[in-house]
């Protein structure tokens, strides 16, 4: 198994920012494509930004411009940089990857516990 902890969660204003990470524990694992979704209660989770090993990106529309993902495969970590943060923002951000046992098929999915953003005035 894979375990992801994301940390840099918090309460900010308007305008404000923060910046997301989430560490995946090695394992016998390999990480590929990894993910940040954003969860209210409510409603689905929303994928929000993902990067490939290769670091080659994607964003939803709503964030494009404001969020940035970047990754340090060294460190097993992926980053979500967030500016101008937005009332609508406010959301469980999780982490995810994909992983392959011993990098042979198939690929499995992970999740970390989420953190909390928070924003509001």
């Known amino acids: 198994q894979v375990q992801l902890v994301e940390s840099g969660g918090g309460s900010v204003q308007p305008g404000g920012s923060l910046r997301l990470s989430c560490v995946a524990s090695?394992?016998?694992?390999?990480?590929?494509?990894m993910a940040w979704y954003r969860q209210v209660p409510g409603k689905q989770r929303e994928r929000v930004a993902s990067?490939?090993?290769?670091?080659?990106?994607n964003y939803a529309d709503s964030v494009k411009g404001r969020f940035t993902i970047s990754r340090d495969n060294a460190k097993n970590t992926v980053y979500l940089q967030i500016n101008s943060l937005k009332p609508e923002d406010t959301a469980v951000y999780y982490c995810?990857?994909?992983?392959?046992?011993?990098?042979?098929?198939?690929?499995?999915?992970?999740w970390g516990q989420g953190t909390q953003v928070t924003v509001s005035s």
């Open positions: 995810n990857a994909q992983g392959r046992l011993y990098d042979t098929p198939p690929t499995r999915d992970f």
């Open positions: 090695r394992s016998a694992f390999s990480i590929g494509t």
């Open positions: 990067i490939t090993k290769g670091s080659s990106t």
